[in-house]
C-alpha cells in the first residue's frame, strides 16, 4: 500500500446506521482531508465526503465499514474517522439493532396522475359524510374546508446550451439556494431541516453526477433533476422507513435549485397561505415549512408522506394537526369541502352532516378565542391570583426562537441549549461562532435574561471531536461540567464568549449535571480568570442546575456558591427513580410528579431560601399544567416552559394563589404514586 495511505475497518454500532445525521458527520470529517476518502459496505463502494452517497449505502448496526484514505495525512484522518464511527457519529451506542420501522401503507402503488382516468374513484360529493383514514403524525382537531395545493410539474428543457454554461448556470443556482438555506425563511440560520438541505445542495455525489449530465449535453435544469430523482428512487426503496422518507428531501432540493435556474426564485411555502388553511396535498416538502408560525395553519392531509418525515417533524414543533399517508381517498377530496379532522386517531370526515360540522366550528372556534385570549394576557409578567410573582421563560435551542417566545410571553430565557452548536460536526464551534449565536439570541430577546447552560456533553449527546473513553454506564460517567473541566479548552472558549455578550448583566451562565459544591467553585474560578482576561468588571451570574439527587440533597450548601438554582426534571427524575427515560420497557413510568422526585424538588427550594436563591424548574414538568401549580406549591419561582406553552401555564397560575398550589403540593406529596398525583382533585388547588 502507498505509504500516503492508509486503510481501516470500523463497525458500525449504531442502531438506524448512516441515516442523516450520522452521515452529514462522517462526511463533513471526511471533507477535512484533501485526499480521497471511500467508504465501502454491503458491496458497494462510495465517495465519504457525500451525505448522500453514505445514506445509500443502506448501513445498519454491526456492519463494518471499510474506510481508504489517501493523500498527506491519510493516516492521521484514519484516527479521527476512526473516534468518530466508534463513538457513535453523533448517536448513542447501542447493544443491538433498532426494532424495524413500519413503512407507511400504500393504498395506491402509483400517484393519482399516473393512473387511468377510468380508475378514478368519484369525487366525494355535498352529503357524503364520509370517513377516510391515515396515519396520525400530529394529533389535534380542526375543522373547516380543504385547501388543496398542486405541485406544478416542470416542463423542464433537455438539451443545454454548451458545457461551460450550463456548469455556471447550475453552481450559480445552487450558490443561491445553500445562501437562502444560511438564511431561512424564519431568520433562524441554519435550523436543523436547512442545515441538512444545505449540506445536500453541496454534496459531490450529485454535484458529479449532474455534472456529468450536463457535460453529456444535457441543461442543468435536467441533470440536476435526474440526480436527485435517482437518489430518490434508491432512498425510497430502502426497508427503513426513517431512510425512505428522505426521499422528500431530495425531491424537495431539486425543485428549489430548479426553481432559481428558471427564474422563478422560491416557492411560496404554507406561511404564504391565508391563516386557519387545511391544506391537502400529495405531500408536503420540508421547504414549504419554513417560516411558518404557530397557529397559522390549521392543519395539515397529505396523500402520502410518512410520520418521521421531516415536514412531519416540523409540524409537529408548530403543534398543526398533521395526517399522512391518506393514500387515493385524498384525490377525491375537492377543494374548499368541508372537513371534520381527528388527527389523533388519524381520521377525517369529509362533507359532514350540517350539525356535526356547525358542531366542530363552534369547538374550534371556542378554542382559538380561549388561545388568543390567553397569548394577550401573557404578554403581561406573570402574577399569582394573590399577587404572588412567579416568572415565566421560555426553553431556547436556536438562534430565531427568542422572537417567537418573546411573542407568546416570554419574560426570559431560562434555558438556551448550547448543545445545538456543538453536536453534529466534525470539529468544535469558536469563540466568535458562539459569541455571535449568543448575541443574535440576547438581541431576539430585547434585553430579558438569558441563561446560557454550559454544553452538557456525554451521555446521550457524545460529540464526536471530543471523544471521551468507553463507559458501561455513559450516564453515570463522563457527562455534563465534569466533561467541560476534563477538557477545560473548550469551557475556557465557551465561558469567554457567553462573557462577551451585551450588554452585560443580560447573560447567566448555568452548570449542568452538578453533583458538589467544588465542581460549581472550579466553574465560578475559570469565569474570574477569563472576566480578567476580558477587562470584564460587570459580574454575570453563575447557577447550577439541579439535576443529580446530591444536588438537591445538598443545595443549601450549594446556595452558598451560586447565583440560582434551575431544576432539570428530566434527568433528576430518572436519576431518582433509576430508570433510563429512553428505555421504552420502563419510561412510562418515568414522571416527574413521583413523590420522591417532588420531595426532592421542596428539599432543593428549602435549601435555596436561607441564602435566598431564585429556584427555578426548566425540565418537562414546568410545561405540564398538571405540575406547574405543584411546583409553584414546593417553593419554584419560576418556570422555564416550552413557548407553545407560555399563554397556557400563565392563565392557569393566575388563576391560583400560593396557599392553593401549596395545599395541592402537600397532597401530592404524601401521595402513593405519579398515577396517583394526576388524580388529584384540581379543587385541591382551586377550591
Not at 248 to 270: C, F, H, N, W, Y
Request: charged content about 25%; hydrophobic content about 45%.
Amino acid at each position: 500500500m502507498d505509504n500516503n495511505a492508509t486503510e481501516l475497518l470500523v463497525p458500525l454500532k449504531i442502531a438506524h446506521g448512516l441515516h442523516a445525521r450520522p452521515a452529514a458527520m462522517l462526511a463533513n470529517a471526511a471533507k477535512a482531508h484533501k485526499g480521497a476518502v471511500t467508504i465501502s459496505c454491503n458491496g458497494k463502494t462510495v465517495n465519504a465526503k457525500s451525505v448522500v452517497a453514505l445514506m445509500g449505502l443502506g448501513t445498519h448496526f454491526g456492519d463494518n465499514l471499510a474506510i481508504h484514505i489517501e493523500g498527506d495525512g491519510a493516516e492521521a484522518t484514519g484516527d479521527t474517522l476512526m473516534d468518530l464511527v466508534l463513538s457513535g457519529l453523533g448517536d448513542p451506542i447501542a447493544d443491538a439493532p433498532a426494532p424495524e420501522a413500519e413503512l407507511p401503507e400504500k393504498k395506491e402503488d402509483k400517484p393519482a396522475e399516473s393512473k387511468p382516468q377510468g380508475d378514478a374513484l368519484p369525487a366525494f360529493a355535498p352529503g357524503a359524510d364520509a370517513v377516510v383514514t391515515g396515519r396520525s403524525a400530529v394529533g389535534g382537531f380542526a375543522a373547516g374546508p380543504v385547501t388543496r395545493r398542486v405541485s406544478a410539474t416542470a416542463d423542464l428543457k433537455k438539451d443545454g446550451d454548451g458545457a461551460e454554461t450550463e456548469r455556471a448556470r447550475l453552481a450559480s443556482a445552487r450558490a443561491a439556494v445553500i445562501a437562502r438555506l444560511t438564511n431561512s425563511a424564519d431568520g433562524s440560520p441554519l435550523n436543523p431541516v436547512a442545515a441538512a438541505h444545505r449540506d445536500i445542495v453541496d454534496d459531490p455525489a450529485l454535484i458529479e453526477a449532474a455534472e456529468a449530465g450536463i457535460a453529456a449535453g444535457r441543461s442543468a435544469e435536467w441533470a440536476w433533476n435526474e440526480a436527485c430523482r435517482e437518489q430518490a428512487e434508491a432512498l425510497a426503496t430502502m426497508a427503513d422507513a426513517r431512510m425512505a422518507e428522505r426521499a422528500a428531501d431530495m425531491r424537495d432540493i431539486a425543485g428549489q435549485v430548479i426553481a432559481e435556474l428558471s427564474g422563478k426564485g422560491a416557492t411560496p411555502g404554507l406561511a404564504a397561505l391565508p391563516a386557519g388553511s387545511i391544506v391537502l396535498a400529495d405531500e408536503i416538502l420540508p421547504s414549504e415549512m419554513l417560516g411558518l408560525s404557530a397557529g397559522h395553519i390549521a392543519a395539515i392531509l397529505m396523500r402520502d408522506g410518512g410520520p418521521t418525515s421531516h415536514a412531519a417533524i416540523l409540524a409537529a414543533g408548530l403543534g398543526i394537526p398533521t395526517i399522512v399517508a391518506i393514500g387515493s381517498d385524498a384525490d377525491r377530496i375537492p377543494d374548499g369541502a368541508p372537513v371534520i379532522i381527528d388527527a389523533k386517531a388519524g381520521s377525517l370526515t369529509v362533507y359532514p352532516d350540517d350539525a356535526a360540522f356547525a358542531e366542530a366550528l363552534s369547538k374550534v372556534a371556542a378554542q382559538a378565542e380561549k388561545r388568543e385570549t390567553l397569548r394577550a394576557a401573557a404578554k403581561r409578567d406573570c402574577y399569582l391570583a394573590d399577587g404572588a410573582r412567579i416568572e415565566v421563560f421560555a426553553n431556547l435551542g436556536h438562534s430565531g426562537e427568542g422572537t417567537l417566545a418573546v411573542s407568546e410571553g416570554a419574560e426570559g430565557c431560562g434555558l438556551l441549549r448550547t448543545e445545538f452548536l456543538f453536536l453534529d460536526r466534525a470539529t468544535a464551534p469558536s469563540e466568535e461562532e458562539q459569541l455571535a449565536e449568543y448575541q443574535t439570541i440576547a438581541d431576539e430577546l430585547g434585553g430579558k435574561p438569558l441563561i446560557i447552560r454550559l454544553f452538557d456533553a456525554g451521555g446521550d449527546k457524545p460529540m464526536p471531536y471530543l471523544p471521551l473513553p468507553a463507559e458501561d454506564n455513559p450516564f453515570l460517567g463522563l457527562r455534563g461540567i465534569r466533561v467541560g473541566l476534563a477538557k477545560p479548552e473548550l469551557l475556557h472558549a465557551q465561558i469567554r464568549a457567553i462573557l462577551r455578550v451585551k450588554p452585560y448583566g443580560v447573560a447567566r451562565i448555568m452548570v449542568p449535571m452538578v453533583a458538589s459544591v467544588s465542581e460549581v467553585e472550579a466553574v465560578r474560578a475559570l469565569v474570574e480568570e477569563e472576566s480578567r482576561k476580558l477587562g470584564r468588571e460587570a459580574p454575570i451570574e453563575v447557577g447550577a442546575m439541579i439535576e443529580t439527587p446530591a444536588a438537591a440533597v445538598t443545595a443549601a450548601q450549594l446556595a452558598r456558591v451560586c447565583d440560582f438554582f434551575s431544576i432539570g426534571t428530566n434527568d433528576l427524575t430518572q436519576y431518582t427513580l433509576a430508570m433510563d427515560r429512553g428505555n421504552p420497557a420502563v419510561a412510562k413510568d418515568v414522571d416527574a410528579l413521583h413523590p420522591g422526585v417532588l420531595g426532592l424538588i421542596r428539599m432543593t427550594a428549602e435549601g435555596a431560601a436561607s441564602d435566598r436563591r431564585t429556584v427555578a424548574v426548566c425540565g418537562g414538568a414546568a410545561s405540564d399544567p398538571v405540575a406547574a401549580p405543584i411546583l409553584v406549591g414546593l417553593g419554584v419561582t419560576e418556570l422555564s416552559v416550552a413557548p407553545a406553552m407560555i399563554p397556557e401555564i400563565k392563565g392557569l397560575l393566575e388563576t391560583l394563589t400560593l396557599e392553593q398550589c401549596r395545599a395541592l403540593a402537600e397532597k401530592a406529596l404524601k401521595a402513593d404514586s405519579a398515577a396517583q398525583v394526576r388524580t388529584l382533585d384540581k379543587g385541591s388547588a382551586t377550591a
